[in-house]
């Protein structure tokens, strides 16, 4: 079945820091990407849309200086966390949708944990 | 806005009873999700549901959808401890650009 790999899956860092996670889908090709973030016993909040070879789309009050999304190829999106502060610290989850379609709308990865110290 | 509502957000339930989740949404779709979450996981698909009158099954978990009311139900049978998870409903909104957008979650304690 699709496969979407997420990397790293925890990330403790000091405040200041930038942060990198990728997010590959294994076995096929994403056109589309999704970020998602999640507070603590709380629902998936959908962060931004990222098409391969364009800007990526923000939701509304998601600043995009701050969250960095690249989708260089159909395989991989990257979301960069600049400047990390401790209010940054969540759950980051990406999903990947395959350019085939098929009854999934997304396939998720394992989510990465965020600590800023 | 399309705005997706379960309830309950919190269940506490014994082994061995029957129980519903309820998934209520603002907007016209014929595709809901129901997903299962494990403390410190991320998300995994339990039942695809794209038509009226859809109904699947897993072990002791029933998903049904009825697009005319709005509402899809998780109805948990004789429910086990394995079975204690945060229960997340989503919808297809085809007018939002075909985001999937996610219900608070369902978060089930099932007690021995």
């Known amino acids: 079945g699709a496969v979407v790999s997420q990397h790293p899956s925890r990330v403790i860092c000091k405040s200041g820091t930038s942060v990198k996670i990728e997010c590959r889908s294994l076995?096929?090709?994403?056109?589309?990407m999704f970020w998602y973030r999640q507070f603590p016993k709380k629902s998936l909040m959908l962060m931004a849309t990222?098409?391969?070879?364009?800007?990526?789309?923000?939701e509304q009050g998601v600043e995009k200086d701050k969250f960095l999304i690249n989708h260089a190829s159909l395989t991989l999106s990257t979301l960069t966390v600049t400047s990390a502060h401790p209010e940054d610290s969540s759950f980051y989850i990406c999903?990947?949708?395959?350019?085939?379609?098929?009854?999934?709308?997304?396939?998720f990865g394992d989510g990465t944990r965020l600590s800023i110290l | 806005e399309l705005k997706v509502e379960q309830n309950p957000l919190f269940l506490s339930m014994q082994e061995g009873k029957n129980y519903t989740i309820y998934c209520n949404y603002s907007?016209?779709?014929?595709?809901l999700y129901w997903y299962r979450q494990d403390p410190g996981k991320s998300l995994e698909s339990l039942f695809v549901?794209?038509?009226?009158?859809a109904v699947k099954q897993e072990g002791r978990l029933m998903a049904s959808l009825d697009t005319k009311a709005r509402l899809s139900t998780l109805h948990i049978t004789a429910a086990v401890h394995d079975l204690s998870a945060t229960y997340f409903c989503?919808?297809?909104?085809?007018?939002?650009?075909?985001?999937?957008?996610f219900g608070a979650g369902t978060i089930l304690r099932v007690k021995s």
């Open positions: 907007t016209t779709s014929d595709r």
């Open positions: 999903s990947a949708r395959a350019r085939s379609g098929g009854e999934k709308p997304q396939h």
């Open positions: 076995d096929f090709q994403a056109t589309t």
């Open positions: 989503a919808v297809v909104g085809m007018e939002y650009g075909n985001k999937l957008v």
């Open positions: 990222s098409n391969e070879g364009s800007k990526a789309t923000y």
């Open positions: 549901l794209l038509s009226n009158g």
